[in-house]
């Protein structure tokens, strides 16, 4: 079946830190990959994706790099600021597309 | 693009009583999801629609909650009767298709006291 199983948090850094969120995907066949975010009283929102194997998704100074070899899709910013702060969802989408099946989220607090 | 839109952002009821989410799904979007977030259990998917017809409704807790969409424009969510663990964030979505990514509205604090 599929799955995704992602990096528990919560994660506090300071700002201009490096961010790494790992996470890893169980799935049949070829799934869409899928970062998103979700502000405090928002929904979520899409913050990057990725197809296929090799492809690198990127936005914001976020970017994920979908290995198929290692089934992970591990999100990563090089310097962090405090407006980063929220929870973090990664994702797939099945081969079909019907569903997408989410992570348990990661908190991120960036601290000045 | 008005997005997903909710309504209402917040409830607040009483044990037993019926209450009724509504979502307007962006124009042209033909899936609409309905997802629960708990702190305990995270962003559950409680049931979703294509070109207006229930495809999976397997998340759904149990006969207390339905859910329909008699549009493509509008979809409600109901829980009757309503009982104290129903509380939480219930979102919905749409996307145009299964390759497009999910819009979401910004939710409805469900309260049940």
């Known amino acids: 079946g599929n799955s995704v199983t992602q990096m528990e948090g919560p994660v506090t850094l300071s700002e201009e830190a490096f961010l790494t969120i790992n996470c890893t995907y169980t799935a049949t066949g070829y799934p869409s990959l899928f970062w998103y975010v979700q502000y405090p009283g928002e929904g979520l929102q899409l913050l990057l994706k990725?197809?296929?194997?090799?492809d690198k998704g990127s936005n914001k100074g976020f970017e994920a790099t979908y290995r198929k070899e290692t089934t992970s899709f591990h999100l990563e910013k090089g310097s962090v600021q405090v407006s980063d702060s929220a929870v973090y969802f990664c994702a797939l989408s099945g081969q079909r597309g019907n569903n997408l099946f989410f992570g348990t989220g990661t908190r991120l607090t960036v601290i000045p | 693009d008005a997005g997903v839109i909710q309504s209402p952002r917040h409830e607040v009821t009483e044990m037993g009583q019926e209450v009724t989410l509504r979502c307007k799904p962006i124009?042209?979007?033909?899936?609409l999801f309905w997802y629960r977030q708990t702190m305990m259990r995270g962003l559950e998917l409680l049931i979703y629609?294509?070109?207006?017809?229930?495809?999976?409704d397997s998340g759904m807790p149990e006969d207390r909650f339905s859910a329909k969409m008699p549009n493509a424009s509008f979809s409600t969510l109901k829980i009757q009767p309503s009982e104290p663990r129903d509380s939480a964030v219930y979102f919905c979505a749409s996307r145009k298709d299964p390759l497009s990514p999910l819009h979401f509205g910004n939710g409805t604090r469900l309260t049940v006291t």
């Open positions: 124009s042209g979007h033909n899936s």
């Open positions: 990725a197809t296929k194997a090799d």
């Open positions: 629609f294509n070109n207006n017809v229930p495809i999976d």
